[in-house]
């Protein structure tokens, strides 16, 4: 079974730098999707980034970039210029896909708590 | 993007009744998921609600437990049957973009039920 592993439990950053979130996971597939999915105090949760497992370029969204290591099944977030809004939970997730879509499954990891500093 | 509008929003229940939490969207939507977030844990799938057909559940769960509705493409019910302790928990409602599913959801805020 597929299986998503944040080992940061908590993580702390000063406002204006960088932070990485680390994300591991476990699969047989070649194809598949991963996720970063932010969850705000209190608020819904929102789709940061997402990345094709058929890609090889780094997925990015302006602050938030992503570490794609398909051989060593890691998938690492970066926030660049943090700022006090990033303050959340950040979930890691997979679905196991093929191209064209997928019915299946999000497996969330459990979650990296991030605090920015003013 | 989906606006999702979950009822209540929190609610306190005693041991051996059952809630329904309701779940709005402003659009029409064809993939709605329930997911069960304990304290402290990661999110868990309950079950899969397509509408025109049954609700699919995930390992765990059981349609006793935990029935839903969906009765057109912009709302859907989940209830928790028969509550323990152990069922205070988040309950989250999701829908899939339309068009064809890649794993983007759009999550309402949560109804965060304790029972007592």
């Known amino acids: 079974a597929q299986t998503v592993t944040q080992s940061q439990p908590e993580m702390s950053v000063q406002e204006a730098e960088t932070v990485t979130l680390s994300c591991t996971y476990d699969?047989?597939?070649?194809?598949?999707?991963l996720f970063w999915y932010k969850q705000p105090p209190s608020r819904q949760m929102i789709l940061v980034i997402r990345?094709?497992?058929?890609?090889?370029q780094n997925a990015t969204e302006n602050r938030f970039s992503v570490n794609f290591q398909k051989a060593a099944k890691s998938f690492s977030l970066k926030i660049s210029d943090s700022q006090l809004g990033d303050a959340a939970m950040y979930f890691c997730?997979?679905?196991?896909?093929?191209?064209?879509?997928?019915?299946?499954?999000?497996?969330f990891g459990k979650g990296t708590k991030l605090s920015v500093k003013p | 993007s989906a606006v999702i509008s979950q009822k209540p929003s929190r609610d306190i229940c005693q041991r051996g009744t059952s809630l329904t939490i309701q779940c709005q969207v402003d659009?029409?939507?064809?993939?709605m998921f329930w997911y069960r977030q304990q304290p402290g844990q990661s999110l868990t799938l309950i079950a899969t609600?397509?509408?025109?057909?049954?609700?699919?559940?995930e390992s765990g769960f059981v349609i006793d437990k935990f029935p839903i509705s969906r009765p057109n493409l912009t709302f859907s019910t989940l209830t928790v049957s028969n509550m323990s302790p152990e069922d205070s928990s988040i309950y989250l409602c999701?829908?899939?973009?339309?068009?064809?599913?890649?794993?983007?959801?759009?999550f309402g805020e949560g109804s965060r039920l304790t029972v007592l």
């Open positions: 999701s829908v899939a973009r339309q068009g064809y599913y890649t794993g983007e959801l759009f």
């Open positions: 659009s029409q939507v064809t993939m």
């Open positions: 997730a997979y679905l196991e896909g093929y191209y064209g879509g997928s019915q299946g499954n999000l497996i």
């Open positions: 990345q094709e497992a058929y890609k090889q």
């Open positions: 699969t047989s597939e070649s194809d598949y999707y």
């Open positions: 609600a397509n509408q025109g057909s049954e609700a699919t559940y």
